[in-house]
């Protein structure tokens, strides 16, 4: 396995990453099921690649990454 460091990803990596727009990410990184952010500040959030690919895998599987 590789032991790369991945960046976190923001609101506009999982906008691109669904297809929509950076508001509608944003409203659906709040969402319950969605990973909890790895940084947090009062005006900026990343979460893991990871976790994000894979809430992605289960929840929107027509978007997730091959």
């Known amino acids: 396995m590789d032991d790369v460091e991945r960046e976190p990803w ?8 669904l297809g929509v727009s950076q508001e509608r990410a ?11 952010p790895i940084i947090k500040s009062s005006r900026f959030r990343a979460w893991s690649a990871d976790d994000v690919e ?13």
């Open 10 to 17: 923001t609101t506009k990596d999982i906008a691109t990453a």
């Open 26 to 36: 944003r409203v659906i990184s709040h969402r319950d099921d969605f990973p909890t």
């Open 54 to 66: 894979a809430w992605i895998a289960e929840h929107r599987p027509d978007r997730a990454s091959e």
